[in-house]
C-alpha cells in the first residue's frame, strides 16, 4: 500500500500527465490560457495550474487499494470513477484548471485556549473559494469564452483535487501529503474549473522536500512517513468524526477544536512570507467590501481605512463552546468551515481538551449534569470520566 505521495513520484504518473489537452488552435489556447490565468488572480486565487481532462493514471488502482486496505474515510466520494476522471462529472469536459486560494492570516492561540486550523478561522472557505470561482465564470463570460458555462468544485467534489493540482504543475505532494505551491506553501484551499474547450497543459514539478522529514516528526498522531497513511487516524479527520474515538485517539487531540495544522506549520515552505500573504489577501477582501458600502452610500472616492484590523484568532475559549446554546451556535459558528459538523461536535472536542488540559473546573461541570443534560457526542465519554 502506498501513499498518495510515493504513488504521485512513480514513473507512471509523471510520463503519462504529459499527453492529452492539445489544443485545436495552439495560439488561440495559449492567449485564453494566459487571459484566464491574470483573470483567476484578479478573482483573488494565489496560483492557477491548467491541465487535460484525462483519467489521473493509476489514481483508481491507487484509490481501490486504500479502499480495500480500510482507510477511506467517510467524507470520500465512494464511486471511484468520479475521483479520477473529469469526463465522469462533465462528459463534455477538456481542460481543468486548478486553483488556489489563500487562506485567511490567523493569530495563534493563546495559552488554555482551544486550537483552530487555519482553514476553520472566518468566513467558510467553501463560501469565499465558491465565490471567488462564481467571479471566475463571470469574468471569463465577459472576455468572450464561447464554450459551454464552466463547471466548478470546491473540495467537497468527487473529483482528486490534490492529484489534479500536481498533475497540472500548481505544485508538489509533500510528505505530509500537503500540496505545496512553490513560493506560497500549502496554506491554500483547492478549487477546480472545468472548461469544454481543450488549452495547453502545464507541466508537473518536481518535488522539493528533498531530506527533510519535520512534518513526519512532528506529527502528533505519527501516519506520516509509513508505508500505510491512514487518514481516518489524521488528528483533523478525528476532529470532524462522530465515531467512538479511542482513549489514544482522544489524547492525541490534545487541545484541538477543529483541524490540525502541525505538519503544515513546521514545513519551510510555510514561513512568515506565506501568512503575510494570506493576509494581505484578507485585508484587501475587506477593503473591496468597504468599497462596496462606501459606493452605496454615495462615496465613491473614498478610501477605505483597514489599517485598524486585527488577524482573525485561532484560539477560542474552551468554556464557550461547551456551554454553546442553539442560537450562539448560530450566531457564532454557522457560516464557518468549523459549523458544518454541527454544535455536538465543537462541544464534544472542547469536552475533550478539557480533560487533556486538566481543567480544575470539569468535576464540578459534571456533577451538576446527569442524563440528558450531558451533549450526546460527550456522553461516552463522561461516563469515563476521572472523579
Request: aromatic fraction near 8%; proline fraction near 6%.
Amino acid at each position: 500500500m502506498r501513499t498518495l505521495n510515493s504513488w504521485i513520484q512513480s514513473p507512471l504518473f509523471i510520463s503519462v500527465q504529459k499527453k492529452g489537452g492539445i489544443s485545436v488552435d495552439q495560439k488561440e489556447g495559449m492567449l485564453w490560457k494566459e487571459r484566464l490565468r491574470h483573470l483567476a488572480l484578479e478573482s483573488g486565487f494565489a496560483a492557477v495550474g491548467f491541465t487535460h481532462a484525462e483519467p489521473v493514471a493509476g489514481l483508481y488502482e491507487f484509490l481501490a487499494e486504500r479502499s480495500a486496505q480500510g482507510y477511506y474515510t467517510s467524507f470520500e466520494e465512494k464511486e471511484l470513477r468520479k475521483r479520477v476522471d473529469p469526463k465522469a462529472i462533465w462528459p463534455a469536459c477538456e481542460t481543468v484548471v486548478v486553483l488556489a486560494y489563500p487562506l485567511v492570516y490567523s493569530a495563534p492561540p493563546q495559552k488554555g485556549e482551544g486550537v483552530l486550523a487555519r482553514s476553520a478561522v472566518g468566513e467558510d472557505y467553501h463560501s469565499q473559494v465558491k465565490r471567488a470561482l462564481h467571479q471566475l465564470v463571470n469574468s471569463l463570460g465577459e472576455a468572450g469564452w464561447r464554450g459551454e458555462a464552466p463547471q466548478i468544485q470546491v473540495d467537497t467534489g468527487p473529483l482528486n483535487e490534490r492529484a489534479l493540482a500536481t498533475r497540472a504543475g500548481l505544485g508538489w505532494l509533500g510528505k505530509n501529503q500537503q500540496l505545496i505551491i512553490p513560493g506560497k506553501g500549502s496554506f491554500v484551499a483547492l478549487g477546480l474549473m472545468l472548461l469544454d474547450k481543450a488549452l495547453p497543459p502545464d507541466e508537473p514539478l518536481a518535488g522539493q522536500c528533498g531530506n527533510c522529514t519535520r512534518c513526519i516528526r512532528a506529527c502528533p498522531a505519527q501516519i506520516l512517513g509509513t508505508r500505510h497513511f491512514q487518514a481516518n487516524e489524521c488528528l483533523s479527520y478525528l476532529t470532524q468524526s462522530k465515531e467512538p474515538l479511542t482513549e489514544r485517539q482522544r489524547t492525541a487531540l490534545g487541545k484541538r477544536i477543529f483541524g490540525c495544522d502541525t505538519c503544515q506549520e513546521v514545513c519551510p515552505h510555510n514561513g512568515l512570507r506565506c501568512d503575510e500573504e494570506g493576509k494581505r489577501s484578507i485585508l484587501n477582501k475587506i477593503k473591496e467590501d468597504r468599497q462596496g458600502e462606501l459606493r452605496k452610500a454615495g462615496q465613491e472616492g473614498k478610501e477605505p481605512d483597514v489599517s485598524g484590523e486585527k488577524a482573525l484568532p485561532r484560539g477560542v475559549d474552551l468554556w464557550d463552546i461547551l456551554n454553546l446554546t442553539k442560537r450562539q451556535f448560530n450566531q457564532q459558528w454557522r457560516g464557518t468551515a468549523a459549523g458544518w459538523r454541527g454544535k455536538g461536535i465543537l462541544q464534544r472536542n472542547a469536552y475533550l481538551a478539557l480533560k487533556n488540559l486538566r481543567d480544575p473546573r470539569l468535576p464540578s461541570w459534571e456533577e451538576e449534569r446527569t442524563g440528558q443534560d450531558i451533549p450526546k457526542l460527550i456522553q461516552p465519554y463522561y461516563s469515563k470520566a476521572d472523579k
